[in-house]
């Protein structure tokens, strides 16, 4: 077996929404497809998979320096041991032959995203759902059941206060218990007015996490932590800059509630950096650590390792990202929950519309979403623009009608409650 | 005035050559010339960069990201106060808008060639040489020598001690009084015998530094530094992963000698995480920063404030990377030296050939490096390929001979001992 080709095209998810750093006027993101010459179900399994938000996509550094290198690696120095699946760590180490240490930046998104097109073709050919092969493969029970909660609260031209409660209602609407909004993009006084107008529709300030997006400097970042104290907020996300580990122990020192960050450390070293200076809180603190802006889960495992090795549970571990990869991982490897966007970065963000209880939503493994419906409970199969697809969309269109599955791409909503044979074995699967 | 295009070409730079960690097989670098409407001796002033060896050729993030951002911009938000010459921050922030904190790699490489070239443009629209611009402009007294070694000593296919000797002769007959060689690339028996032969060429450990490019863990780098101990070497550089700031501080606790690191952090805040938390040692430890992979000389300003804040001296810092940005930046803000690649990397690599004692090279500025030959001590103009070119030599072609200087391309080696009145300026200028 082999690889036969890996595809990767820039997709615009372009918004007016802003947060305290930048807007997304101009926001990509790259998609990229592993075709394998593997047979699956009649037709040649194909891994997919994308970049968060918030980096941009990595098309050039794709084209030019890692499909280059990866196609051009011994095809039998990338599979695993029984040579009959692909081995994502040989992967990964041909990916970065000859790239230098340090520098965490743009390559780990590019390496990221080939990596979840590995992953879900591994998963795809081993016929097991990513989480259940993670549990499997690394000895951890698998938890179906993950904490999610709905990332918004965007800053965005002529949005008050009332449109804010709007998109939070939304949200509680469908489920999600916690929801998390943007703050240092307005003055303190403000952000502390929309912070109460959030607060009237969640309730309570523990289900509600704001995020400054590594805006502030110390003073701002300790004035605002006085000034949301009261609150008794989820978490308080991203106060400074992600590399200011000194800022951030010094939050830690004053502010007493959970603290959040790690989306823009980009790799394990930098992740121990933040376990080993950051003055985080094994007892309340969150690690946002995203594996697809950061090499991907081969170089995300050896961040699960320095989090064991400096004394913390993966369960303070709430990736970001809002991708289906982190919610495997999560399911699979014990991990405390996983971010969502539940109207964002269309059609790249959020989770099957289907799920009405985000909470109970089980990862998926083949291309498809097991969920339940809140009300009905019926076994539904979601072909969802989330990853991973067993083919994408049609306006994320990759490959050409005949390396994709059976009848190319698609987009269906249909919900059945007598799954296909090929739905009973992912259920089974699931269980 | 204004910026009338930016071009970027990635050139080739591969050669056999290895270090422990990559070879450089299919090493690039990018090449960026900025165009503007400023006519100086009858020409428009073009600013070129180039980046540093060992991080890729950006033109892809270049072409798609920064060079249509920075065009997108108003032309005259571009400008400093008097509106008659480029302001090298202005530019550098609207090369950075909308892009997250953190994740400094890659993105470092494509702002840092441009911001080199806008500096060189900005020194010749000014008609002073870059370093005599900086010393007026941040008040610092400049110092037209200084102190340059020559990096070498690659592993290579087939060389032996005798090969390495036969470099290291070359470059102390050119007058370099230090010299560097690479280790980890080999085991330490080996390495030892290495640097023994080295030893025999240059005569003295202090005219001797060892780089083992990030290869080592701690028990590795403990055991090279307890067998490099007795030599007294120069310094023993890059030992650990450049973000392990604990490897470091234990070298630092351990290894009694001068060490160094720095190249592989590509910003003011991974600066100061190594000034913070490695151990670095501030009466002999050297800090090798490149500007031209972190983001260029605007980010480098503040990258000295945060030595200078944390209580060292600009003399501590050597930065990597062999160009005449750093040259300039030596001569006019007080470091303490500069690398050198006197034959690799070509043709971007390297000083003049004439300087034969390049202790005493002062750095250039208008495109052309005035310096000493060491017999005769004539005054000679150097039109070499290494930046700042007045124009490019012809393997470096960036732009139409009707957008370059007058003449075009060509690449001359006489020297004169009688100096154009556009020389005569410029020798002015330097003294």
């Known amino acids: 077996m082999k690889i036969v080709e890996v595809r990767e095209r820039t997709f615009p998810i372009a918004s007016q929404i802003r947060n305290a750093v930048i807007d997304f006027s101009k926001m990509t993101l790259s998609a990229v497809a592993v075709v394998t010459d593997v047979v699956r179900d009649g037709a040649p399994v194909v891994g997919y998979g994308f970049n968060s938000n918030g980096r941009y996509g990595q098309g050039p550094l794709l084209r030019d320096r890692f499909i280059p290198r990866l196609m051009s690696a011994d095809s039998r120095s990338l599979l695993d041991e029984s040579g009959e699946n692909l081995d994502p760590g040989r992967i990964w180490a041909a990916l970065m032959t000859n790239e230098k240490p340090g520098g965490h930046g743009e390559r780990s998104v590019a390496v990221g995203t080939v990596d979840m097109a590995v992953w879900d073709a591994v998963a795809k050919i081993a016929r097991k759902p990513l989480f259940r092969l993670l549990a499997d493969r690394y000895g951890a029970a698998a938890t179906p059941r993950v904490f999610v909660y709905a990332a918004g609260g965007y800053y965005y031209p002529g949005k008050g206060p009332s449109a804010l409660q709007d998109e939070m209602r939304r949200y509680v609407e469908r489920g999600y218990t916690v929801v998390k909004m943007k703050i240092g993009g307005a003055p303190l006084e403000e952000d502390l007015r929309r912070i109460e107008s959030v607060l009237q529709v969640v309730g309570d300030g523990s289900r509600l996490a704001v995020d400054a997006n590594g805006k502030f400097d110390l003073e701002t970042a300790l004035a605002y932590g006085r000034a949301l104290a009261p609150y008794g907020l989820r978490w308080y996300e991203e106060a400074g800059d992600p590399l200011d580990y000194a800022l951030q122990a010094e939050l830690g020192h004053r502010y007493e509630g ?8 980009f790799s394990h070293q930098d992740a121990r950096n933040l376990l080993r200076y950051g003055g985080m809180r094994k007892d309340r603190d969150i690690l946002q650590f995203d594996c697809a802006l950061s ?33 495997h991982i999560a399911a699979g490897l014990g991990l405390g929950g996983n971010e969502s966007y539940p109207d964002l970065f269309q059609p790249f963000g959020g989770f099957p519309d289907p799920v009405r209880r985000p909470a109970s939503a089980p990862a998926s493994g083949d291309g498809r979403a097991r969920c339940r419906r809140e009300r009905d409970r019926r076994c539904v199969a979601c072909p969802i623009p989330s ?25 269906t909503r249909t919900c059945r409650a007598e799954p296909s044979p090929r739905r009973a074995r992912y259920r089974a699967a699931c269980r």
Do not use: F, K, M
């Open 295 to 327: 090499y991907g889960l081969v170089e995300y495992l050896r961040t699960l390792d320095v989090v064991r090795s400096e004394g913390w549970s993966p369960r303070r571990c709430i990736p970001h990202g809002g991708h289906q990869l982190s919610l």
């Open 258 to 265: 959970p603290v959040a960050t790690g989306e823009n450390l």
């Open 387 to 411: 990853w991973p697809w067993s083919r994408p969309p049609r306006s994320i269109s990759l490959l050409p009608v005949t390396a994709s599955a059976a009848g190319g791409p698609r987009r």
